[in-house]
């Protein structure tokens, strides 16, 4: 791989490396600590061993969760709006369960994404004020979002759909 996928080395750094005929992670491997030390100082210690993997930052996989959502891609492109709608139902039932389930109780933006036969994708959002806070009305907001996508307002050429998805985003406790 090319030398700029390592964090911290820019145009300035990758110019640098290139006059010295170090194109590649492979070849800057081939360099002694020594002389990155040399060339770069302290920050020569970072770069000899992330050329190798190495770094001394934790992994945790703790992470703030700012949404919750589901897709489905059919098995069929489809226009037929009574099947659309009973997975959109579907959806808002397994996001609002996931919410529940991450100690969430309400959540202030809605957003539904359509994918149409010819992979065109468009997402649509709505954020209140005031949050909801049940699963009803979650699935109502996502069902008025998705009814457009299904007549000539959001689909005026009548293109089947591929996938539709559900998430909820801004939550709270």
Do not use: Y
């Not at 100082?41 to 992330?50: H, I, V």
């Not at 039932?93 to 389930?101: A, F, N, P």
């Not at 004020?129 to 009548?158: C, I, T, Y």
């Amino acid at each position: 791989m090319r030398i700029r996928v390592i964090p911290g080395i820019g145009p300035k750094t990758e110019h640098f490396l290139h006059e010295r005929h170090i194109q590649t992670v492979a070849d800057l491997r081939t360099l002694e600590r020594a002389q990155l030390v040399d060339w770069f100082g302290r920050w020569g210690e970072d770069l000899f061993a992330k050329a190798r993997g190495l770094s001394e930052s934790a992994v945790s996989n703790d992470r703030v969760r700012k949404s919750v959502g589901e897709q489905e891609t059919f098995e069929v492109d489809t226009r037929d709006a009574t099947f659309v709608l009973e997975r959109a139902r579907a959806l808002a039932h397994i996001v609002w369960s996931r919410l529940e389930g991450h100690g969430f109780r309400a959540c202030r933006t809605i957003t539904v994404t359509v994918r149409f036969e010819n992979f065109i994708t468009f997402a649509r959002s709505r954020t209140a004020r005031e949050a909801w806070k049940s699963e009803d009305a979650m699935r109502g907001v996502a069902l008025e979002l998705l009814l457009p996508f299904l007549d000539e307002r959001e689909n005026p050429r009548h293109r089947k759909l591929r996938l539709i998805g559900v998430r909820a985003e801004k939550l709270s406790c």
